[in-house]
């Protein structure tokens, strides 16, 4: 029998070297993702899309009329117009105030100009 040479590969050899060579090598795990920052927003605050309405005054005058008035009380301008509308809306609820005379629907003017208001700043 003869003696195979060290420095030889035999066939078994490059054999298993093809197929070593077929194995994937390992990969490194993959770092866990940070977590997502708490969000330090009250439920109060991440809600309040959904209770936030924008609207327009008829002009600059009446901006600064409930800015001043809602100073006078002490008050935020959210605040006090919340106040003034909850007034008005129990007002219409007990028949005291009805809708604007004349036809009402919805078209393009400036704020409040298609109605007779019972109040404009001086």
């Known amino acids: ?6 420095t030889t590969p035999s066939e078994a050899d490059m054999l298993t070297e093809e197929l070593l060579g077929a194995v994937p090598a ?3 795990p993959e770092p866990e993702p940070e977590p997502e920052p708490a969000d330090s927003r009250t439920p109060h605050e991440r809600n309040r899309i ?5 609207f327009t005054l008829p002009s600059v005058e009446w901006k600064r009329v409930i800015k001043d008035q809602a100073d006078d009380w002490d008050m935020r301008p959210s605040d006090f117009l919340l106040y003034c509308v ?3 809306m ?3 609820k007990d ?3 009805g ?3 004349g036809e009402i629907g919805r078209f393009y003017h400036r704020a409040g100009e298609a109605f ?3 109040w404009t700043p001086s």
């Open 95 to 97: 028949g005291v105030v």
């Open 50 to 54: 959904n209770r936030q309405m924008s």
């Open 26 to 28: 390992k990969k490194e």
């Open 99 to 101: 809708p604007p005379d």
């Open 90 to 92: 129990a007002n219409i």
């Open 86 to 88: 909850s007034y008005t």
């Open 116 to 118: 007779d208001l019972p």
């Open 1 to 6: 029998m003869a003696r195979r040479d060290a």
